[in-house]
T-cell receptor
Framework: RKEVEQDPGPFNVPEGATVAFNCTYSNSASQSFFWYRQDCRKEPKLLMSVYSSGNEDGRFTAQLNRASQYISLLIRDSKLSDSATYLCVVNWDNTDKLIFGTGTRLQVFP | DVKVTQSSRYLVKRTGEKVFLECVQDMDHENMFWYRQDPGLGLRLIYFSYDVKMKEKGDIPEGYSVSREKKERFSLILESASTNQTSMYLC??????????FGSGTQLSVL
């Protein structure tokens, strides 16, 4: 089993749609979780951290399910500018080693 | 603003050459990382360092070594470059398990 797994997509959605991505992780000792966004030919940038109780930032909501070992990202009211690759990041085995998923590509169309 | 600077944006080397990729951060971060990114494989961790002169292997350390003589600088070394090391190399820094700041990447081509 891969350390961090994501559906590569692409997810093609119209503007205004709600879209959700999941990411599963294999190490139950992981404590830190993040979603990053990467635009084409650019470096990844932090979108949001994921907290145990779930957290929201505008149109974006992140959830953590420790029992099933996955995190999710929900994007409401999609904008064209949301088109990007979304990367799930997890720390490994209670260390500072940060492992990336392969990313989920989102394409929002008019 | 945090700045992570990678020495080259594009690099072309020949098979067998020794290659140095340099990364400098200006935020006094403890941790620094080297990843490579390939289509369909995402970012894979090569090495990371949690303090000066301290390093740990990531998932794909073979063919690479690293050096961290000063806190702000983390170098990735390809002892003898091979064509399968053609890739985008990304350096990142951060505090313990907090968000990472990335450099803009070095696209390395080994011919």
């Amino acid at each position: 089993r891969k350390e961090v797994e994501q559906d590569p997509g692409p997810f093609n959605v119209p503007e205004g749609a709600t879209v959700a991505f999941n990411c599963t992780y294999s190490n139950s000792a992981s404590q830190s979780f993040f979603w990053y966004r990467q635009d084409c030919r650019k470096e990844p940038k932090l979108l949001m951290s994921v907290y145990s109780s779930g957290n929201e930032d505008g149109r974006f909501t992140a959830q953590l399910n420790r029992a099933s070992q996955y995190i999710s990202l929900l994007i409401r009211d999609s904008k064209l500018s949301d088109s990007a690759t979304y990367l799930c990041v997890v720390n490994w085995d209670n260390t500072d080693k940060l492992i990336f998923g392969t990313g989920t590509r989102l394409q929002v169309f008019p | 603003d945090v700045k992570v600077t990678q020495s080259s944006r594009y690099l072309v080397k020949r098979t067998g050459e020794k290659v140095f990729l340099e990364c400098v951060q200006d935020m006094d971060h403890e941790n620094m990382f080297w990843y490579r990114q390939d289509p369909g494989l995402g970012l894979r961790l090569i090495y990371f360092s949690y303090d000066v002169k301290m390093k740990e292997k990531g998932d794909i350390p073979e063919g690479y070594s690293v050096s961290r003589e000063k806190k702000e600088r983390f170098s990735l070394i390809l002892e003898s470059a091979s064509t399968n090391q053609t890739s985008m190399y990304l350096c990142a820094s951060g505090q313990a398990r907090e968000k990472l700041f990335f450099g803009s990447g070095t696209q390395l081509s080994v011919l």
